[in-house]
């Protein structure tokens, strides 16, 4: 059940991601879609959902990755 939900915390960032690339993807096309009045803002939506939902999964395989101790020396924990 544990790993079902850390399925589900990765998979709705990667759709709001998926939504952005759409959204972005749209407006480079001409097809406005319906709640956004402007072209802009729907491509300006877009890439804030495309960069939050990337943003989310890169630090959450960061965040695991460092635990882990897999990172390069720098991104380490310093022992304190």
Do not use: E, H, T
């Not at 990765?10 to 406005?32: N, S």
């Not at 695991?64 to 990172?71: A, F, I, L």
């Amino acid at each position: 059940m544990i790993r079902f939900i850390a399925l589900l915390i990765m998979v709705i960032p990667g759709c709001f991601a998926a939504l952005g690339i759409k959204l972005m993807r749209d407006m480079l096309f001409g097809i406005l879609q319906p709640p956004f009045p402007y072209f802009w803002l729907q491509f300006l939506v877009g890439l804030i959902l495309f960069i939050g939902g990337l943003g989310f999964i890169a630090g959450f395989v960061f965040y695991r990755d460092r635990k882990r101790n897999k990172v390069q020396k720098r991104f380490r924990k310093s022992a304190k």
